[in-house]
């Protein structure tokens, strides 16, 4: 049926009546377009299922919003100053366990340092979702800290913006305080730390897919670390990632900072201490000026130490003063293990520690062929096999051979033979003791044979033949580095 316009002519009453049948007639059109969509035979079981009992995807979502939006609350919701409105928020937030939605930047410079006290509230995580928005201090001292009398913990920071000033001493998350952090996907500009536990243990702290530009000092320190995941971007500051004592035994305990770039500091990447259950892995660093992964300032071992896939991309001043891509310290008995580094100038800087494990190495390489300084005895090289003029190295084992040629005996003798190596011999070496080629009938005793100095062996050979023999006496060692 066509309905008529509404013309200038028309009654108030005649235009409704006309308008209402536009408005039914819309919907029947709407609701046939519906069916058929819905009947078409193109709805599989997972768009049904996505559906929710819903007739239209498009009505489950708009619920879903819904749902965030009551879930969710902004700060503007409250009354006052900036940092009014989030310390009313947070309070709000936490009493009620809802999220607290940034849609635009909040300025609390000058203004406080914002309270998450949990006392009470149990293990129910509270979210800072940001939508665009974040927070902004220009000013020292932390974002985020807790006034209560314990640790709180559980707080989830989702795509927040944290701004400050380089060298304002802007700290965002005070770890004296808070443990049980999760920060995915935040952008921090400026602030000079982003997580700070000088005086105790970083306990379950996680960023994932961050950004960290500008600042100075240290983006990270702790006394000490348990069970922390570093996952991100830091470029154009200062400094990295550091431990602010080296006495701990350890002082990380199942620490990762994997997969991340850390490039352009005017200071160092890492300054770490001792180790238990650590993993650097897949790290990319160019161009810091202070140097990279340093491991050498703890007078403790590194137990459990894992470096696997990092790349290093000195600077030409840096290669040509050899400056390492790791700066390995003490390492324990039990070892390290090392895989798939890259170095342009020198990959390590090894130091002897007493008793001191072997760093195992599997496919590290130096472009410029300078792979390891310093206590070079320390790196076994697994899987490398090298050929060398007297025998093979097979990576952490070489097996060499070394002869005295043309020794005459005459019939009956018994004299003592010098084999010289090159080796340092230890009593973990396997050596073997022989002669070949003898020129007489081969009637001949090896007696006994001893180490002579650091390098050398004594072989007392006695000649069983009635006439004289030419010997050419050797030694096959095993030596397992």
């Known amino acids: 049926m066509a309905i008529d316009n509404i013309n200038e002519l028309d009654k108030l009453n005649t235009g409704r009546i006309k308008l209402n049948q536009a408005i039914d007639k819309a919907n029947t059109v709407q609701g046939q377009l519906d069916t058929i969509i819905i009947d078409s035979g193109t709805s599989d079981a997972e768009t049904i299922q996505a559906r929710g009992g819903e007739p239209l995807l498009y009505n489950r979502l708009d619920k879903v919003d819904t749902q965030l939006a ?3 609350i902004s700060p503007d919701q409250f009354i006052g100053t900036d940092f009014s409105k989030l310390q009313q928020a947070i309070n709000y937030a936490i009493a009620n366990n809802k999220s607290i939605r940034f849609s635009r930047m909040y300025d609390i410079t000058g203004l406080g340092i914002l309270n998450i006290d949990k006392t009470g509230i149990g293990r129910k995580t509270t979210y800072f979702l940001g939508v665009g928005g974040g927070i902004i201090k220009n000013d020292s001292g932390y974002i985020f800290t807790s006034l209560a009398t314990g640790l709180v913990g559980d707080i989830v920071s989702d795509k927040m913006k944290y701004e400050s000033v380089s060298n304002g001493s802007t700290v965002v998350w005070n770890g004296n305080k808070i443990i049980r952090l999760t920060s995915i996907a935040d952008c921090y500009i400026n602030v000079d730390g982003v997580f700070e536990a000088n005086s105790t243990y970083a306990q379950s702290v996680s960023f994932f897919k961050f950004t960290i530009t500008g600042g100075q000092g240290w983006a990270f320190e702790w006394k000490k670390s348990y069970d922390v995941t570093i996952e991100g971007l830091i470029e154009h500051r200062q400094h990295g990632i550091r431990n602010t004592s080296f006495t701990g035994n350890p002082d990380n305990d199942n620490l990762r900072i994997v997969n991340s770039v850390i490039e352009g500091l005017t200071g160092k990447a890492m300054e770490l201490g001792s180790s238990f259950a650590v993993l650097i ?3 990319y660093m160019e161009l810091n ?13 590194h137990n459990g130490l894992t470096i696997i896939g990092n790349s290093f991309q000195p600077s030409q001043t840096q290669i040509d003063t050899n400056i390492p891509g790791i700066d390995l310290g003490k390492i324990g008995s039990n070892g390290a293990f090392s895989s798939g580094n890259s170095a342009i100038g020198v990959l390590y800087n090894l130091t002897e520690g007493g008793n001191a494990g072997r760093l195992s190495s599997i496919g590290d390489i130096s472009y410029n062929g300078n792979k390891v300084i310093g206590s070079t005895s ?6 490398k096999i090298t050929t060398l003029s007297n025998g093979n190295s097979y990576g952490s084992i070489s097996k060499k051979k070394y002869i005295a040629t043309g020794v005459i005996f005459i019939a009956g003798e018994s004299k003592d033979v010098t084999i010289n190596t090159d080796l340092t011999l230890t009593t973990s070496d396997i050596i073997s003791i022989g002669s070949s080629l003898p020129t007489g009938n081969w009637d001949f005793t090896i007696q006994n044979w001893r180490k002579s100095g650091t390098s050398d062996i004594i072989v007392r050979i006695r000649n069983d033949s009635t006439g004289a023999q030419t010997l050419t006496p050797f030694a096959i060692i095993l030596q397992i580095k």
Do not use: E, K, T, V
């Open 70 to 72: 009551d879930n969710a």
């Open 289 to 301: 000026a202070g140097g990279y992964i340093g491991l050498s300032q703890s007078a403790n071992f």
């Open 281 to 283: 892995q897949g790290n």
């Open 378 to 383: 320390l790196l076994s090289d697994l899987g």
